[in-house]
């Protein structure tokens, strides 16, 4: 059973920097793509950034330019590096891994993905 922990959020103003990190435990071999999603209370969870095993990535059009994806396969690690945040990024992030079809999924939906984390809190205040 693959586990998934997020760390690194906090509060930052606007304009900060925050950099997320995601250990994946036992990883099972269908894995090939990991992603960042975020979700504030009464909202549905929504993606934020994915990359799959080769790197290739996936961002939504609210963080583009700002947010960068990265991971190291060998230590089953996956990276959400936050700049210029704004007010509107605030929330609980989460990560998440699982198999996704690279040509036909859909890697920024969170149906797509089974393996969750319990989240960490982001908060950027203007």
């Known amino acids: 059973l693959t586990q998934v922990a997020e760390s690194g959020g906090g509060s930052v103003q606007t304009g900060g920097s925050l950099e997320l990190t995601c250990v994946l435990t036992?990883?099972?071999?269908?894995?090939?793509?990991k992603a960042w999603f975020r979700q504030i209370p009464g909202e549905e969870r929504e993606g934020v950034a994915a990359?799959?095993?080769?790197?290739?990535?996936r961002y939504a059009d609210s963080v583009k330019g700002r947010f960068t994806i990265s991971q190291d396969n060998d230590k089953g690690t996956v990276t959400l590096h936050m700049n210029n945040l704004k007010p509107e990024d605030s929330g609980m992030y989460y990560c998440?891994?699982?198999?996704?079809?690279?040509?036909?999924?859909?890697?920024?939906?969170?149906?797509?993905?089974?393996?969750w984390g319990q989240g960490t809190q982001v908060t950027v205040s203007s």
């Open positions: 990359i799959f095993h080769g790197g290739t990535p």
């Open positions: 998440a891994a699982d198999l996704v079809d690279y040509f036909n999924g859909r890697p920024l939906a969170p149906n797509e993905y089974n393996s």
């Open positions: 036992n990883p099972t071999s269908g894995i090939n793509c």
